[in-house]
């Protein structure tokens, strides 16, 4: 499955070959990734990305959390994805993150957008949320830009590297928004 957002912006369903993309970006960026992302703290060998890659693959399809490599000029820019999808409830939520020298070319704006209209379609959701961390500035101003709405703000929602808790902003959208 894969996306083509425009001639240089493709999203593509997540493949074992990716791996090492994944890995050598959190290698290379841990201090601009790690801010964000708790996962980058323990992504010290390449084995632990090859068995995310593995159980994602092996669980997305019986899951519907699909995860995406996002490539700009066929170059690995970063990682975006639904995560705990509720079929029974029809709701989702929109995961994602972005090599540093990809920031401000609108990919993940882009990506996001093709997600929300994917999850409200073929997956047949009511509701997409995303879950931005309150200082995560230039985050946030993705789903304010794509008219989701700020429901509130989840208190300590995120365990970051070093061990420090982050409040959440909860952003939704909801089929009938349109």
């Known amino acids: 499955m894969e996306f083509l957002i425009d001639k240089n912006i493709v999203i593509r369903k997540l493949i074992e070959s990716d ?3 994944i890995f050598n970006t959190i290698d290379s960026q841990r201090e601009y990734l790690g801010e ?3 996962f980058v703290e323990d992504t ?3 084995s632990y990305t090859q068995d995310f890659v593995d159980s994602v693959i092996e669980s997305m399809d ?3 959390d699909y995860i995406f490599t996002i490539r700009y000029d066929s170059k690995f820019a970063g990682i975006i994805g639904f995560k705990g ?3 029974q409830n029809k709701k989702t939520e929109i995961g994602y993150w972005l090599a540093q020298e990809f920031q401000g070319k609108g ?3 882009r990506a996001v957008k093709i997600l929300t209209e994917f999850a409200f379609g073929p997956m047949n959701m009511n509701r997409v949320q995303i879950k931005v961390a309150v200082k995560n500035y230039k985050s946030k101003n993705i789903p304010e830009r794509l008219g ?3 429901e509130g703000i989840e208190r300590n929602g995120e365990l970051l590297t070093g061990g420090i808790f982050t409040d959440l902003y909860v952003y939704s959208k909801l ?3 349109g």
């Open 19 to 21: 791996t090492k993309d």
């Open 36 to 38: 964000w992302l708790p």
């Open 44 to 46: 010290k060998e390449i």
């Open 62 to 64: 019986r899951t519907q």
């Open 85 to 87: 999808t509720d079929s």
């Open 107 to 109: 990919l993940v704006s």
């Open 148 to 150: 989701y709405k700020l």
């Open 175 to 177: 089929k009938a928004d």
